[in-house]
Nanobody
């Protein structure tokens, strides 16, 4: 099992930056690709991006160029650096481990990000 804990959310203004962290414990963190998702009220969960074990990343078009995912395997932590935030980025943000099959298996409890206009 892997336990994930997100942190770093909060209330910011349009145009601000924020960095979220996702700390993992349990099985070897470096074995997993990690994904970030978000869910706004009344909307379905949205894929934001992921980082593979080797550090390669890919992103949803909605955040490309504004969000950056990185990882520190020594700290068993993955980060989501968000810049040029918009009100539509308001959501609960989640991290998750991705299995070899491609499924996202372990999830954190989420952290709220609110961007005021």
């Amino acid at each position: 099992q892997v336990q994930l804990v997100e942190s770093g959310g909060g209330l910011v203004q349009t145009g601000d930056s924020l960095r979220l962290s996702c700390a993992a414990s349990g099985r070897t963190f470096s074995n997993y690709a990690m994904g970030w998702f978000r869910q706004a009220p009344g909307k379905e969960r949205e894929f934001i991006g992921r980082i593979l074990r080797a550090g390669n990343t890919n992103y949803a078009d909605s955040v490309k160029g504004r969000f950056t995912i990185s990882r520190d395997n020594a700290k068993s932590t993955v980060y989501l650096q968000m810049s040029s935030l918009k009100p539509e980025d308001t959501a609960v943000y989640y991290c998750a481990t991705q299995s070899i099959s491609g499924n996202y298996v372990h999830w954190g409890q989420g952290t709220q990000v609110t961007v005021s206009a």
